[in-house]
């Protein structure tokens, strides 16, 4: 599954490839540049789970 991180108010998308990428990334990025995190399947389609991940992002 691919995770679309949005950064800075849609400027600025960055790519990963699975969860374990997602939550490493999330550890390491500050959480105020963070605006959504999208669940991208493979037909296109995108779902927001930015809810689920907030406890991972770094304070």
Same mark, same amino acid.
């Given at each position: 599954? +691919? =995770?679309? !991180?949005? +950064? /800075?108010? &849609?400027q600025h998308c960055l790519f990963v490839d699975g969860r374990k990428e997602l939550l490493i990334y /999330?550890?390491?990025?500050?959480?105020e $540049? !963070? $605006?959504? !995190? +999208?669940? @991208? =399947?493979r037909n &296109? @389609?995108?779902d927001s789970v930015l809810e689920i991940y /907030?406890? =991972?992002r770094k304070q």
């Open positions: 599954m +691919r =995770y679309c !991180i949005e +950064r /800075l108010d &849609g /999330l550890k390491q990025a500050s959480s $540049t !963070i $605006t959504d !995190i +999208r669940k @991208v =399947y &296109g @389609v995108s /907030l406890p =991972y």
